[in-house]
């Protein structure tokens, strides 16, 4: 099983940048996709951003394509989400996943089973 941290949440204005980071450990990091998904008060957990095992493939949801970018440092067991141009309805607890299949994570976006996830980090976006 691998175990999956976030960090790098925090109270931004509108237009800022931020970048967060999900430090992986336990089993190869190379052997999951990883994915970043958000939740909002009051509303389900979306799915937000991909990226397949080597970092060849990536997939984004339309609400943030052209502003985040998902990457991944499979020497340093790290996925990140560069986030730009962060609006108000940004505003949500962001976490990371990991799942062995890019089906699962990427495709099907299948929140209730994904092999794992972190804690979460809470971004703010004040307008």
């Known amino acids: 099983q691998v175990q999956l941290v976030e960090s790098g949440g925090g109270l931004v204005q509108a237009g800022d940048s931020l970048r967060l980071s999900c430090v992986t450990s336990?089993?190869?990091?190379?052997?999951?996709?990883m994915g970043w998904f958000r939740q909002s008060p009051g509303k389900e957990r979306e799915f937000v951003a991909a990226?397949?095992?080597?970092?060849?493939?990536?997939v984004y949801a339309d609400s943030v394509l052209g502003r985040f970018t998902i990457s991944r440092d499979n020497a340093k067991n790290t996925a990140y989400l560069q986030m730009n141009s962060l609006k108000p309805e940004d505003t949500a607890v962001y976490y990371c996943?990991?799942?062995?299949?890019?089906?699962?994570?990427?495709?099907?976006?299948?929140?209730?089973?994904?092999?794992?996830w972190g804690q979460g980090t809470l971004v703010i976006v004040s307008s």
């Open positions: 336990g089993r190869t990091v190379s052997s999951y996709c």
């Open positions: 990226i397949s095992w080597t970092g060849n493939s990536t």
């Open positions: 996943a990991a799942d062995r299949t890019w089906i699962s994570i990427a495709i099907r976006r299948d929140i209730g089973a994904l092999d794992a």
